[in-house]
């Protein structure tokens, strides 16, 4: 029998040999490649659940939400992380989609966002979602100025999150009217409203509605806060504030809106306290006294505004008072007078920082005013020496230990002062000035030689001056 005729497309053994081989080491590597993605797996996902949740509630939200990509096995892991902390920085083009926050597991710990004004509509939205999972933490800070005729308005879902320990809004957004029967937040210890408008008939009451059932806030910030409609002229409705458990209050109103305490705080710690338009009504002073255990007051003024001494009616003592912050016009001198009103009633002060305010002349050359070249209308005030030390005595710096003054100038008032302060606080540690220029000038020199120069009652005191602009000024 004839052998069969070869077939012209048969490979040889050796092409057999080398063609297996090369598919035997590609065949190991991606055997090697699974093996590896496998074991790496296997080492996060063998971790106990509550470690694996702690490393995966680390993670940005929108980084979190991506894992999903990874493979089959983590498609909906992050779904059963509880008590994630969602925020979006202001840096962050991205907003969060409701859909996306309904997948969250409950509790949600936080969420923080900037809500841009595309975006505003999103807000009512996740807080239906945010509701549902039982959200504690609540900050939106919106993204447009008071004065716009645009404004977030949050929905009714807002207050059916009742398991808010701390909410913060800014902004200026629109707060609806609560549903009848509405009990509060009664786990919020922390309440931070700024630019926030009631605006709508009751407002007011709805404001102190939430502030005094949460029994056990300690913390309360009102910026600037609307309690009425915009288009009402009427007088602006009382909102009691009642928080017995305060520790921090920040209560700074440009225009009356019917905010008052009407109530000591007794473990009130720190205020900020802003109320320029109640100035000529009993309720500006009686806002002082119902802090009167304050350890760290601020109070901010305007002394174009008022030409007279805010703390000239204070006939009592912060005998907690250890901090002291107040903002000064050194061209007034009921504003002057108002600083030793403070010292005069703090007995027990030991910081005094004064925040210098910025007047018409600040938008003048420095160097001429400085040299008096310049006439400064509203530096109209010059002080006589002989009264101002015949009335302050010498115990209103008795535990002053450390004085900072921020935008001075080099007016013959402004270094009166220094230099006065200097000669009277035998205690004192430190001593701060920061000068509001942007260059050494002749006149900032011969202000830093006048103050190394004069006489100090406390040997050991350390005089550092500086311009505002550059920290490491002498």
Same mark, same amino acid.
């Given at each position: 029998?004839?052998?069969?005729?070869?077939?012209?497309?048969r490979?040889?053994?050796t092409?057999?040999? +080398?063609s297996?081989?090369?598919?035997?080491?590609?065949?190991?590597? @991606?055997?090697q490649?699974?093996?590896a993605?496998g074991?790496?797996q296997?080492?996060?996902?063998?971790?106990p659940?509550?470690?694996?949740?702690?490393i995966?509630?680390?993670?940005?939200?929108?980084?979190?939400?991506?894992?999903?990509?990874?493979?089959?096995a983590?498609?909906?892991?992050?779904?059963?992380?509880?008590?994630?902390?969602?925020?979006?920085?202001?840096?962050?083009?991205? +907003?969060?989609?409701a859909?996306?926050?309904?997948?969250?597991?409950?509790?949600?710990r936080?969420?923080?966002?900037?809500?841009?004004?595309?975006h505003?509509?999103?807000? *009512?939205?996740?807080?239906?979602a945010?509701?549902?999972?039982?959200?504690e933490? /609540?900050?939106? %800070?919106?993204?447009?100025?008071?004065?716009?005729?645009?404004a977030?308005? /949050?929905?009714?879902?807002?207050?059916?999150?009742?398991? /808010?320990?701390?909410?913060?809004?800014?902004?200026?957004?629109?707060l609806?009217?609560?549903?009848h029967?509405?009990?509060?937040?009664?786990?919020?210890?922390?309440?931070?409203?700024?630019h926030?408008?009631?605006?709508?008939?009751?407002?007011?009451a709805?404001?102190?509605?939430?502030?005094?059932?949460?029994?056990?806030?300690?913390?309360?910030?009102?910026?600037?806060v609307?309690t009425?409609?915009?288009?009402?002229?009427?007088? +602006?409705?009382?909102?009691?504030?009642?928080?017995?458990?305060?520790?921090?209050?920040?209560?700074?109103m440009?225009?009356?809106?019917?905010?008052?305490?009407?109530?000591e705080?007794?473990?009130?710690e720190? +205020?900020?306290?802003?109320?320029?338009?109640?100035?000529?009504?009993?309720d500006?002073?009686d806002?002082?006294?119902?802090?009167?255990?304050?350890?760290?007051?601020?109070?901010?003024?305007?002394?174009? @505004?008022?030409n007279?001494?805010?703390l000239?009616g204070?006939?009592w003592?912060? @005998?907690?008072?250890?901090?002291?912050?107040?903002?000064?016009?050194?061209?007034k001198?009921?504003?002057?007078?108002?600083?030793?009103?403070?010292?005069?009633?703090a007995?027990?002060?030991?910081?005094?920082?004064?925040?210098?305010?910025?007047?018409?002349?600040?938008?003048e050359?420095?160097?001429d005013? *400085?040299?008096?070249?310049?006439?400064?209308?509203?530096?109209?005030?010059?002080?006589?020496?002989?009264?101002? %030390?015949?009335?302050i005595?010498?115990d209103?710096f008795?535990?002053?230990?450390?004085?900072?003054?921020?935008g001075? %100038?080099?007016?013959?008032?402004?270094?009166w002062?220094m230099?006065f302060? /200097?000669?009277?606080?035998?205690?004192?540690?430190?001593?701060?000035?920061?000068?509001?220029?942007?260059?050494?000038?002749?006149?900032?020199?011969?202000?830093?030689?006048?103050? *190394?120069?004069?006489? %100090?009652?406390?040997?050991q005191?350390?005089?550092?001056?500086r311009?505002?602009?550059k920290?490491?000024s002498?």
């Amino acid at each position: 029998m004839a052998p069969p005729p070869s077939h012209p497309s048969r490979k040889s053994a050796t092409e057999k040999m +080398a063609s297996a081989s090369s598919s035997s080491r590609i065949r190991r590597r @991606q055997a090697q490649a699974e093996e590896a993605q496998g074991v790496g797996q296997d080492l996060l996902m063998s971790l106990p659940p509550e470690m694996l949740d702690n490393i995966l509630r680390r993670l940005p939200f929108e980084q979190l939400v991506r894992t999903c990509f990874l493979n089959l096995a983590w498609h909906r892991r992050w779904e059963s992380v509880p008590n994630l902390d969602i925020w979006f920085s202001a840096g962050s083009n991205a +907003a969060p989609d409701a859909r996306v926050l309904w997948r969250c597991a409950a509790p949600v710990r936080s969420f923080t966002a900037r809500v841009r004004m595309p975006h505003f509509y999103r807000a *009512a939205r996740w807080l239906q979602a945010l509701a549902r999972k039982r959200v504690e933490k /609540l900050v939106l %800070k919106f993204d447009n100025p008071w004065f716009s005729r645009s404004a977030g308005v /949050l929905g009714p879902a807002l207050f059916a999150c009742r398991e /808010l320990t701390h909410l913060e809004l800014c902004g200026y957004c629109h707060l609806p009217r609560a549903p009848h029967g509405f009990g509060g937040f009664p786990n919020l210890v922390t309440l931070l409203l700024s630019h926030v408008a009631f605006p709508f008939s009751g407002g007011a009451a709805q404001l102190e509605h939430l502030i005094s059932s949460a029994v056990d806030l300690t913390e309360l910030s009102l910026d600037d806060v609307k309690t009425s409609h915009f288009d009402d002229d009427a007088p +602006a409705e009382r909102c009691a504030i009642r928080a017995p458990k305060l520790r921090v209050l920040k209560l700074i109103m440009f225009f009356d809106n019917g905010c008052r305490l009407s109530e000591e705080f007794p473990l009130l710690e720190e +205020a900020i306290i802003s109320i320029d338009d109640l100035f000529w009504t009993p309720d500006y002073i009686d806002t002082f006294r119902r802090i009167c255990n304050v350890n760290r007051l601020l109070i901010e003024t305007d002394s174009i @505004q008022i030409n007279e001494n805010p703390l000239q009616g204070i006939s009592w003592k912060f @005998q907690n008072l250890r901090v002291g912050h107040l903002s000064a016009n050194f061209g007034k001198l009921p504003s002057i007078m108002s600083i030793f009103s403070l010292l005069r009633s703090a007995p027990h002060i030991e910081e005094l920082h004064i925040e210098v305010e910025i007047t018409k002349r600040d938008d003048e050359n420095d160097e001429d005013f *400085a040299n008096g070249e310049v006439d400064d209308p509203e530096c109209d005030d010059a002080i006589d020496e002989d009264i101002l %030390k015949a009335e302050i005595s010498d115990d209103l710096f008795a535990n002053l230990k450390h004085v900072s003054l921020d935008g001075i %100038k080099c007016l013959p008032n402004d270094i009166w002062f220094m230099k006065f302060v /200097l000669s009277k606080t035998r205690l004192l540690e430190s001593f701060l000035v920061t000068f509001g220029y942007q260059q050494i000038s002749k006149s900032y020199l011969d202000a830093y030689r006048e103050l *190394a120069m004069c006489q %100090k009652a406390s040997p050991q005191a350390k005089l550092m001056v500086r311009l505002r602009d550059k920290p490491d000024s002498i």
